[in-house]
Structures are given as C-alpha cells and as structure tokens.
C-alpha cells in the first residue's frame, strides 16, 4: 500500500473520525482508524460498536490497501508534521512507514482483522435538514437529555418530524427543551437517538447550510453529510408522552431581557452550598421581580423591572436549571409563562414557537431550607 | 466602613493579591482576603504563611475598616457583576453588603483577629531591575527548578547578582538553566527562593519595564513592584556549587535552527512508553544530525543539516529536558556544545552569554533499552 496526501487535508479529515474512537474500551483495535486506500480516495472508519464514522476524502493511491492505526498516535504525529505532503507505505510486513520531508515514522499496527464492520443500513425513508440548522438544534437540547440511566427511554433526543415540521426534543425527568424548525418533507416519523451520537454529530457537523440527509430504519440512524457519514442505533424504548406535560394556559406572563436575567442567575450560583444545588426564588410584584438566593455562604438580592401580566406570585427553581436554558437561548427578549409555584415554568420567544424550556419549579419549603 | 470602587479596578486588584491565597490549609482565615480600608485607599493582603503579597489601590473611602472574605467568593462575585461602581458596607453585626445596580449580596466573613500579620523586613540592601525583564527571566529558569524534596537547597531559583550582573539560576540535577542580564547595581548577593514565590511573583508581575526592587534581609526578601509587594522566606540551605559542574570547553559544537530542533523533539515525545520518559538519541555525522526515537509504539527518524564543529558523536537526552529548554529560549539559531556522550551537553546563544542551558545525557544502553 502506498498514497500520499497533503498534511492539512489529512488533519480535517482525521479530526473528523476521531470523534468515533472509543476512549474506554477493553478491544484494542476500538482505538484505531480504519483507513482503506483504493482508486482515488482513502475511506476512514472508527466505531465503538453503537456509533460510526464513516469518512471519505481524495488522495494520490500509488498502491491500494488498508490498515488501522492507533487513533491517538497518528492524530499526534499528523498534527505535529509540517504543512507538506505525507505519504504512507505499508510494508509485507505490516509495518507502516509516514514519511514528511526529512521526518519518517515507523508504527506497529492494529489487527485489522478485528476490527468491526459498520452495519449497512437500507434505509428507505429519509428526509434533510440544513447541516448548520441541525448543530444548532442539538446545542439547544441536548442538555436536558436525561444522564440518568434508570430512565433509558429518556437517554437520548427525540427527533420528531411530521407535515414540513421537525422537532428535537430533549427531557431528564425536571425540565424539557425543544426546538422546532420547518423543513421539506412530507413523511412522518418519530425515534429516539442516544445522546452520545448526537453529541459527536454535533462535533463533526461543518459550519454549513448544506443539507444533511437523516435516514432510518427499525433499528438504526444514519446522518450523512458531504463526505461524512454518522451510523447510530436508536433507543427502541418509548420515549414519554411529553406533550402531556406541557401546561395548556398560563395565567401570569413576564418578558424580561434574557442577558439581564442569565447574569442574576449565574451570580446566584456563586452562592452553592456544598453538595447542594444552587436554588433561586423569584418575586414577582408589581412589575418586577425580585431575585434572591441564600446559602451558609451569604445572601443575594436582585431587583429586575419586567413586562408583567397576571397576579404577583412567589417560585423557586434550581439555578442550574435556569442557567442551562438561558444559554442557549439567542433571543435579546423572553416571555416566562408561570402558573403558581407548584406548576412548570415555560420559556418561550416572545413571538412564535421556535422553542421551548419546561422547568419544574423547587418547593418553597425545600428552597427555604437550603 | 463604607467605601466605592470601580467594578474594573477592583478586580485587577483582587486578580493580583489572590495569587497569595493558600489553596491548600486547615486554617480557613488563609483563605481570605484581608481587605483594609483607611485614608483614600485600599490595602489588599493574601498569605499562606511562606509568601505574602500586599497591594494598594485608591478608593472613594467613607468610613474605615477592615475585614477578611473569603477570596473565592469575594473574586467570583466582583468579576460577574457589571462594569460599574460597587459599594461595600459592613454593619455593626460584622455583615458585608456589597451593592452595584441593582444587584446586592451580602457576605459572612471570616475572623479578621486570626488573619496571620506578614512580617515587616528592615532591610537595608537592595537593587532594581525592570519587571518585565525579570519576569522573563523566571520564566527561561524556573522549570529546571527542582521538585524532589529530598533535596530542599534545590527547590528554588538562586538569585545572584554581582559587579552590575543578574543571574537566576535553576538547577534539579539532571540539567540547569541560568539567564544573565546586567542591572545599574553595585552590591554582590546571593540568595535561593522558593520556587512557589517566584512563579507567583512572575504571575502578578505586570508588562512594564518600571524597575522591581529586589531588598533583602538574612531570612526574607521583599519583591516591590508600584503598589505590590510580595514578601517570601529565602531557602537557608546552601545552594549547589553550580560553576563546578559547567564543562570548562567542549570538542564538538553544533549550531543548528531551534524551531526546527523543537519541532523533532516535540514529535519525539509522541512515542512515550507507558511510566518512562521519551528518550531521542542523536547521531552526528558529516554536518548532518540524525535524530531517533523508538518505543514499542514505533520508531521515529528525522536528519537535519547542522552547522558542525568537531568530531562525529553519539548521544542520547530525555525528551522532555530537550523541549523544556528549547522552549523557552526565543533566539531563532542556537549553539550545542558537547563533549561525548557521557558529559553534559550546553545550549547557548550563537553569541554571547546571555542563557545557559545544561543537560546531562541519558546513558546509551539505557536508551536502547528503553
């Protein structure tokens, strides 16, 4: 085997498969890249047995063949070679020589023999979505999926598409987020994909608006981009009725500045007790809300003037909680819809339905002891 | 007490003077600030008991006072409050409030009675030498500093300063680095400190060529910067009689590019066996240095065209002491004096004395073992 490729191509393409190795793994091939040259392109493979990665990009194939390398290493050594041709060779003895200039490495190999094919998946339904649009999707909800792993149906982001409409939906039990977008498509569908494959998709998604094709099938997901390709299982566990828990009516209503309310909360959570979470009452009166957090640590008290409609009202939420979603959210302005202080809190745009962030409130009682 | 400050000056000031906060300590009154406020300004003291700093910064005083918070705290609150005057108040009740805009906390403190006093050095020597430069020096010195507290005379720089020379020098046994600079000085010391206050000494040193004096007496010496002082213990032991072991002349000399030579023991490294250093040998032969290193990961080649002195040779260093020393030093050619391959080899300046580094070989059997 032998092809020589430039440097530079080499390190996008190699920080792209990467995302796939397994970092804890007993089989030792699961470190490695697969990484087959045949006509005028290397193929690259890494997989941890549920996720993936497919890859492709040019190269001059003097010789076909295929190896796999220890990821780690030859992302290491690629990284620190100059911006010049590299060109690797194989050996009859399966040894591989990566020559630069005047720099030659020699590597042991991994046994490619062992190495797991990634399933090929006939999938006959699919629909796109920009590649830009679908990153952003995922930073806004992935964050609310569940970590804990007595809820399996809750481990992963509900994709939902259905009448030009895609929805990605994210839930841990005390708060939900989702994010809708409008595409063109005309099929219907709803699966469940762990969130460690959309983590790395979201890591490996180019800053594009070109369309990604998401295609299924019973039991898998495969996210195909340019050169790129994602293969996940989905969760086959029911996902829970979620719209169910989303409040109906609302009888108070506030707009307020997200960045203004973002900054009080992340203050409050100076003030940690240990092994604590951070917790936040609000009181609203008369136009404004009154902010408050209190620990063995101190005391805070902000004061912030909102656009109020319905009675004054007292609540208490885990400042972590409101942070996370005011991250994400992009808007200079947000509408919070409050119930009592027994009932969700709903974020929203101001206008329209692009979002939205449940948020169970804390018992008063529970956040006075705190 | 009562007094005003600016959001931006504040934190300058705490970012300074917590540097001196012991991270580590049963004692909880170390970690505060004290924080004294008298006159039209505020005198900030940190200390672990081994290094003091203490700083000044002007403020719109009301009413004196003097308390100790807890620095974490006190830092993480100023620096997410918004960039306008804050107002700290403490009652009667020993409670600080500390008010900006719309946002007030209120603080419980720590037992100012048991904040330890930094001791108070008559001394009657000094020098100055410009902060920048001085900072610089630490930096190309310190990591050679050694870290085995077996050997206390070594865990810290030697200042020395002679006939208008300045030298620190560090030194932990397998190699040493010293950095000479000439200062306006006509007294002759010698003095070692610890390591721990020279990196946090070159932590708050600010990008000025202002003169930093230098004042010593027997047990301490006092680092004066505009409105820092930092106060450390000098290290009693005797340090090593370093000339000794600086090779008189050498037979081979090398001059060679040291971005180039960086980059090979930079790759070098990748091949580290597990719980052993990364080991290169070098091989000099007909102007041409061949550099190699081999673990069971693989085995890396690269040949670079040097200026070369003296005899053909053979050596082998630990990678790590290779890189440490030529990543500090910022000339672009450097000169490698050797002797064989069982004495120390020197790096220095194409011209001049500016910096030395030494670097004792590792043994060639050894290095094939490895």
Request: charged share 25%; aromatic share 6%; hydrophobic share 40%.
């Amino acid at each position: 085997m032998r092809f020589t490729i430039e440097q530079k191509e080499l390190i996008k393409s190699l920080t792209t498969v990467q995302k796939g190795v397994s970092s804890k793994t007993t089989l030792p091939v699961l470190k490695g890249i697969l990484i087959e040259a045949a006509e005028n392109y290397l193929k690259m493979v890494t997989t941890d047995l549920e996720i993936g990665i497919e890859h492709f990009t040019t190269a001059q194939i003097e010789e076909e063949g295929i190896f796999v390398a220890d990821a780690k290493l030859l992302s290491g050594i690629i990284r620190k070679l100059p911006s010049r041709p590299v060109t690797f060779v194989m050996d009859s003895q399966q040894q591989l020589t990566i020559s630069c200039d005047h720099i030659s490495f020699t590597l042991h190999l991994l046994e490619k023999e062992e190495f797991p094919e990634l399933p090929i998946v006939m999938a006959e339904n699919s629909f796109k979505v920009p590649q830009d649009l679908f990153k952003e999707m995922i930073h806004q909800t992935v964050f609310c999926a569940s970590q804990d792993e007595t809820k399996p149906s809750l481990l992963g982001l509900r994709v939902e598409t259905k009448k030009n409409l895609l929805r990605l939906t994210g839930v841990d039990g005390f708060r939900l987020a989702y994010r809708n977008c409008s595409i063109d498509n005309e099929i219907e569908a709803a699966f469940t994909i762990p969130v460690k494959a959309m983590t790395e998709l979201s890591q490996i998604i180019p800053d594009t608006s070109d369309p990604m094709q998401i295609a299924f099938t019973d039991k898998q997901i495969v996210f195909s981009m340019d050169n790129t390709k994602l293969i996940s299982r989905r969760i086959e566990k029911p996902f829970i009725e979620y719209e169910n828990i989303l409040p109906k009516e609302s009888e108070i209503q506030v707009t307020v500045n997200r960045g203004t309310l973002y900054s009080s909360v992340d203050r409050a959570s100076l003030l940690v007790s240990e092994g604590k979470s951070s917790l936040m009452k609000w009181v609203l009166k008369n136009g404004e809300l009154v902010m408050t957090a209190q620990t063995q640590m101190g005391q805070m008290i902000e004061k912030v003037p909102v656009d109020q409609q319905g009675e004054d009202m007292e609540i208490a939420f885990n400042a972590r909680y409101l942070m996370e979603a005011l991250r994400v959210i992009e808007d200079e302005e947000i509408t919070i819809k409050m119930i009592n202080h027994r009932s969700p809190a709903i974020i929203e745009p101001v206008e329209g339905d692009r979002y939205l962030h449940l948020i169970l409130p804390v018992r008063m009682a529970a956040a006075e002891e705190a």
